[in-house]
DNA sequence: CGAGGCTACTAATGCGGTTTAGCTCATGTC
DNA sequence: GACATGAGCTAAACCGCATTAGTAGCCTCG
C-alpha cells in the first residue's frame, strides 16, 4: 500500500509523552514521578516541583487505560437510557439532566458514557458487560419502577450507583436522588383548587414508574382531604399520541374535567391542540397544566402553566453524590429542591356553565 | 474504618474472570486463549471450541482498559455536544442521532463516550484531553461551521473522525455524512411556488453553521431561478425565543411574506403561536413550513408541514463510517437519503388579499 | 535418513501506569 | 561511636491482555 493512496494515512501524530519521558527529563525514577504527580509522600518538594514543571511542558496526561489497568478507577461513570428509539428525544428532560451531570464530571475530569438500549432487559446486560470489562467506576440509573430489578442487579456487581428519581427501597447499596413528587402534586392541585376546579384529571405516564406511581397515589390523597369529587389518573407512554388520545377520551366521557394536569410538557401540548381541534377555549373552559417547563410551554398558545423543576440541578446533584459515593462516602438519599409552579396563561377559573 | 460502620461496604463482588483463569480451566497457556478468542490463527479447532465453552462457562468479558492498553483500540468512540446549557434539550434531533449512532455502535461493542461543552474552544479541549488520554479511538463532529478549526486540529491530533453534516473543506484527513440542504431547500420552495407563494421568509438558524450557509445559499438561488421577488433570510439562535422575535418583526415589516419557512421546528412552533396571538390564520394568511419533523409538528394546530429526514438513520450512517475508517476505510464523503416534505396542514395558497 | 517446513502450542515481553519492597544517606540518641 | 530512624529515592513486580519469538513434534521429500 503506497502512502499517497492509502486513505487512512497521514503524518505521524505526535508521541503521547509517558511518565518515562517525564523521568528521563527531570533525571529522576518512573516512580518519583508516579509519586509526584500523584501527591502521595516519598518525594521532596523541589523535585516534585521539577517533575510538575516538565510533566506540564510535556503536555503530559495519564493514559486513561494504563490508570485504569493498575489502579482501581476507569475514571469513567455510565448512563443508561432505556427507551424504544421512537419515543426518545422530544422531552428536553434527559438533555438537562445530562448537562448538569457533565458540569460535574467535566470538573473531575470523569467520562460520561452513554448508552441507549429499547428496555430494561437490554439496560441490565448494558451495566453487566461493563462490570466485566470493567469499563465504567459508576452508573447513574434514570426511570426508577416500583419493584426494579435494577438495585439488586448494581448491588450483587458491587457497582457503585445512584438512582435518579425515587428514593430506595430495600436494603440496597443504592443512593438515591429525588424530587418531591407528592408535595408537587399537592401544589398544583391546591392551584387548580383555588381556581375553583373540582373536577380535575391527571394525564399520567407510565405506570411501572415509581414516580408516576407517587404521583397518582399523592392525586388520590389531596382530592380526599380538598374533597374533590370526580378525579382520576390516565396512563400513557409519554407520547403526543398517547397524551392526544387521552384527552379526546376524556374530553368526551360523560362529565368532562375542568382541568387536566399532564406529565410531562409534550402531552400538555398535545392536549392543548386537542382543545384547538375541537374549539375548546383555554383557559376559558378548559385549564391545562404540564409537569415539567421547557420551551414548548412558552410556544404554545396561550402558554401553559408549568411546574418547573430544575433538571439541570438535579443532573448535579446526582454526579456529585456518584463522585461522593466513589471516594468512599456513605450511601445517602438526598432530596432536590421542591418544584414550583410557574403559572401562565394556560390556568384559569372553571367556566360557571360547567 | 469498622466494616459494619463503612456506608460504601458491601458484600465483596464476584472477581472478574480473566485469560489466566480460562487458560488454567482448559488446561492450556494464556496466548493460546487469547489467539482463540480473537479468532488467530495457532490453535486446533477442538482447542479452540473447548476455550470457547471455558470462557463462556466463566462469563469472561475482556478487561477494556487491559485491551486498550496493549491493542491500540480503546473501544470507545467519542462524541462532544457544544451547546449553551440552555439552549439544549428541544430540539429531538440529537438524541435522535445520538439513537441511530448507538444502534451501530452496540452491536460492536463499541462504547460512546459523551460530553456536553460550552463553545467550540471547550470543545477542542476535549478532543485535545481524549486524545492525550487515550479515551477515544474516534470522533462525531456535528454542528459543522464555515471556517471550522475542529478538522485541522483532529487531523493533527490523528484522531479519525466523522463530520455529520457538511462535506469536507480541503485535504483532511476527516469523512463526511451530509444531507444536500440544497436540494431540499429547493424542494421546499417549489412545494410553496406550486401554491403560489412569491414572497417567502427563511427564519435561519445560527449564521456560522455549514449547513445554514447552503440553506441561505440555496434560498437565493432558487428564488433567482423561479423568480421569486422578495425573499430573505434572517439569523437566530435556534431558540423559541429568537424564532417568535424574527416572526413578530418580519409580520410587522412593510411587505409581510405569505409563507415562512423555519429551521427547525421549535422556531416552527413558537411562529405558529405568534401568528395564533395576532389572529393570523394559517394557513389561510400564512404558510409554515419545519425544517425537521418531530413530534412538537403534530401536536400544534394546524399541524405543521414539515421537512422530514431520517436522523436516526443518519446517525447510523455515521457511526457505520467511523467504523469502516477505524478498520482502515479511507476517507469518505458519504450522502444521507435526501429529505423529503411531509405537506400538512400549515401550508396552503395564499390568500388574494395579499 | 536427515534437512526443511508446517502445525500447535508455550514462554517472554511490552503497553503505561501504580505500588511495594528495599536501598542509601544524613540525622539524632545514649 | 554504634545503632535505630526516617526522609528521599530506585528497582521490580503487577494489572490483563496482545504479540513476538521461540520450541516440540510430525510430515514430506530428495
Known amino acids: 500500500m503506497t502512502p499517497q493512496s492509502d486513505g487512512a494515512a497521514r503524518a505521524t501524530p505526535a508521541r503521547r509523552p509517558t511518565i518515562k519521558d517525564i523521568a528521563r527529563r527531570a533525571g529522576v525514577s518512573e516512580s518519583a514521578v508516579s509519586f509526584a504527580l500523584n501527591g502521595r509522600p516519598g518525594v521532596s518538594q523541589g523535585t516534585r516541583d ?42 428536553s428532560f434527559f438533555l438537562q439532566l445530562v448537562s448538569g ?20 432487559e437490554a ?31 448494581l448491588d450483587s456487581l458491587g457497582l457503585t450507583s445512584v438512582m435518579i428519581g425515587a428514593p430506595a427501597e430495600g436494603e440496597r447499596q443504592v443512593s438515591t436522588v429525588w424530587a418531591d413528587d407528592s408535595a408537587a402534586m399537592a401544589s398544583v392541585l391546591a392551584h387548580l383548587y383555588e381556581l375553583g376546579h373540582r373536577h380535575v384529571v391527571h394525564v399520567a405516564g ?21 374533597g374533590l ?11 403526543d399520541a398517547e397524551g392526544a388520545e387521552a384527552t379526546r377520551r376524556v374530553l368526551d366521557s360523560d362529565a368532562p374535567p375542568t382541568a387536566i394536569v399532564y406529565d410531562n410538557d409534550v402531552m400538555a401540548v398535545a392536549g392543548v391542540a386537542v382543545a384547538a381541534e375541537r374549539g375548546i377555549k383555554v ?72
Chains 1, 2 share one sequence.
Do not use: M
Open 101 to 120: 451531570v457533565q458540569e460535574v464530571l467535566a470538573a473531575r475530569k470523569v467520562a460520561l458514557l452513554f448508552q441507549v438500549v429499547e428496555d430494561i
Open 50 to 91: 521539577r517533575i510538575h514543571r516538565v510533566a506540564e511542558d510535556l503536555g503530559w496526561q495519564p493514559n486513561s487505560a494504563a490508570r485504569a489497568l493498575s489502579g482501581e478507577r476507569s475514571g469513567c461513570v455510565g448512563l443508561v437510557l432505556a427507551r424504544p428509539a421512537h419515543t426518545l428525544g422530544v422531552e
Open 123 to 153: 439496560e441490565c446486560a448494558v451495566y453487566k458487560r461493563w462490570w466485566a470489562e470493567k469499563r465504567v467506576d459508576g452508573v447513574l440509573v434514570v426511570d426508577p419502577r416500583s419493584d426494579d430489578p435494577r438495585p439488586e442487579l
Open 206 to 226: 407510565l405506570p411501572g414508574l415509581a414516580h408516576t406511581e407517587r404521583r397518582i397515589n399523592s392525586l388520590r390523597t389531596q382530592a380526599g382531604r380538598l
Open 283 to 354: 383557559p376559558g373552559e378548559l385549564s391545562i397544566v404540564a409537569w415539567d417547563d421547557s420551551a414548548l410551554c412558552r410556544v404554545t398558545h396561550p402558554r401553559l402553566t408549568a411546574l418547573v423543576r430544575d433538571t439541570s440541578g438535579f443532573g448535579r446533584l446526582a454526579a456529585e453524590e456518584l463522585l461522593a459515593r466513589l471516594d468512599g462516602g456513605p450511601v445517602r438519599s438526598l432530596q432536590a429542591e421542591l418544584p414550583h409552579l410557574e403559572p401562565r396563561e394556560s390556568t384559569g377559573p372553571p367556566s360557571s356553565g360547567r
Open 229 to 239: 369529587t370526580a378525579i382520576r389518573s390516565v396512563p400513557t407512554d409519554y407520547s
